[in-house]
């Protein structure tokens, strides 16, 4: 399953612009990669993992602008196309996963 993280904050100040790279990196730190600007995404295993990450992005909301999360199954993540420019880019499969006992 994967989680998209779509953001619109304001950067009109400079305590609005720090709150924005506050939650950029606050993204980054929880294991997310950016797909586009506002655009991050992440692999998780279970609707249970998805739920705990969206409760920890809840957290850590900055104090005005937009913030949408969407969750994909591996079977709609793997009909995404993706383009650069004219050319179309193969999406990335799911990262292997370790079975610990």
Excluded: C
């Amino acid at each position: 399953m994967w989680l998209y993280v779509m953001f619109d904050l304001p950067v009109g100040t400079k305590r609005e612009r720090k709150a924005a790279t506050d939650f950029r990196n606050f993204l980054l730190d929880e294991g997310f990669e950016m797909a586009q600007f506002s655009v991050y995404l992440r692999f998780v295993e279970s609707k249970e993992a998805a739920e705990t990450r969206i409760q920890r992005i809840r957290g850590s909301l900055p104090a005005s602008g937009k913030v949408h999360i969407v969750t994909l199954t591996d079977k709609q993540y793997a009909n995404a196309r993706i383009f650069t420019g004219r050319k179309r880019e193969r999406g990335r499969g799911n990262p292997n996963q370790l079975a610990l006992f």
